[in-house]
């Protein structure tokens, strides 16, 4: 067998859509899923039998796990599952419903959740593979009105963290792929947006001129092509790596922070301790 096989989510557009292309024009194959598989004819066409498309919404835990094992019935096993599939909220916490709560959760978290427990035993039979999951800048720090988009990423970030430690054993790597501001749809058409409390009218403009200014200079998505090959070739996958510019600075920034604080407020730690005697 030559090349790689991969199981891409959320191909129809953006990373998974490049990184898709990517994996064609070397030559592996790709189990390319997507909410409506008409946005895959265009791939069909041009690469022919190495892209399976396969309609998959990744909420559906039944689906996502029969989506999984037909790829790996159809090329005869899974070398690479990359699980991109999700979108971004927009709102302050006091404005976000139930319904989008539970849904930006159930995409972004449980989808990837979803896939990744039905690759497992999967690549544990075969001896290997690798699963990379889409997080973000924001799976490490947060910014206002977006506050579930990161607490889903943050959730992605945590049980990633623990089943890379789980799954070495397996031969199984992990990788999380933290991208800053790039210009795919992200924040247009495939966004949600809560509806505006007028309370927060002020702080809304302050936060989207903020937003703008660090967006200037969004990365090209067509760029991640050639970072995507290289952390799946590699030897020695990272567990984490940034995607842009920007990401190393902020985490910095943030993580310098936190510990300044952690210090600061190391005294009443102790205390919380307590005493033995």
Request: zero cysteines; a negative charge; aromatic letters at 10%.
């Amino acid at each position: 067998m030559a090349g790689k096989v991969w199981f891409i989510t959320g191909t129809s557009r953006g990373f998974g859509r490049e990184w898709t292309i990517a994996a064609l024009d070397r030559g592996d194959r790709v189990a390319a899923t997507a909410r409506n598989i008409d946005s895959l004819t265009a791939l069909v066409e041009q690469y022919g039998d190495a892209v399976l498309p396969i309609e998959l919404d990744v909420t559906d835990r039944a689906a996502a796990t029969a989506a999984v094992g037909r790829a790996r019935d159809h090329f005869g096993r899974l070398d690479v599952v990359i699980n991109n599939a999700g979108y971004g909220h927009f709102g302050f916490i006091e404005e976000v419903a139930e319904d989008e709560a539970r849904a930006q959760i159930e995409t972004n978290l449980f989808g990837a959740l979803w896939v990744t427990q039905a690759a497992i035993p999967i690549m544990r039979e075969q001896g290997g593979g690798h699963i990379i999951q889409v997080s973000s800048i924001g799976g490490i720090s947060a910014f206002p009105i977006v506050g579930l988009y990161h607490a889903s990423k943050w959730a992605l970030e945590g049980f990633s963290q623990a089943l890379a430690q789980e799954v070495a054993g397996f031969g199984i790597n992990v990788t999380l792929v933290e991208p800053g501001g790039f210009s795919t749809d992200w924040s247009g058409s495939s966004s949600v947006h809560s509806e505006p409390n007028p309370a927060y009218d002020d702080f809304r403009t302050q936060v989207q001129e903020v937003r703008q200014l660090r967006n200037a200079n969004p990365g090209d998505p067509v760029a991640t092509r050639s970072a995507i090959l290289k952390v799946v070739d590699a030897d020695r996958p990272p567990l984490r790596i940034f995607f842009g510019e920007s990401p190393l600075g902020t985490a910095k920034a943030d993580y310098a922070s936190r510990l300044a604080l952690w210090e600061q407020w190391n005294d009443v730690s102790i205390e919380a301790q307590g005493s033995a005697d």
